[in-house]
């Protein structure tokens, strides 16, 4: 089983990334996933959730507006775009998935700031 995050880097506020997480070695189509992510010093926090099928999300209230999370079930591939990002969107994001069992990502860093 893997889960790979990739898109993360260093970004002005303002700014936007897309963060991509490709799946491995489980039934990704019958799994929920998810975006986590963690500050230094901080808990690691919700993102975004989105339904196997993709037909529902939700997301954080700090990121309402600005993140969208979406997948590719033919790809095994979750994505989420982040604009506007602001300072305190620094992290680092990992993609998360879960269904039978729960599988995590290595994360990717999130760096915002001029």
């Known amino acids: 089983v893997q889960l790979v995050e990739s898109g993360g880097g260093l970004v002005q506020p303002g700014g936007s990334l897309r963060l991509s997480c490709a799946a491995s070695?489980?039934?990704?189509?019958?799994?929920?996933m998810r975006w986590y992510r963690q500050a230094p010093g901080k808990d690691r926090d919700l993102v975004a959730h989105?339904?196997?099928?993709?037909?529902?999300?939700d997301y954080a209230d700090s990121v309402k507006g600005r993140f969208t999370i979406t997948r590719d079930n033919a790809q095994h591939t979750v994505y989420l775009q982040m604009n506007s990002l602001k300072p305190e969107d620094t992290a680092v994001y990992y993609c998360n998935a879960l269904g039978t069992y729960i599988y995590w990502g290595q994360g990717t860093q999130v760096t915002v700031s001029s």
């Open positions: 989105i339904t196997s099928t993709g037909g529902s999300t």
């Open positions: 070695g489980f039934p990704f189509s019958r799994y929920v």
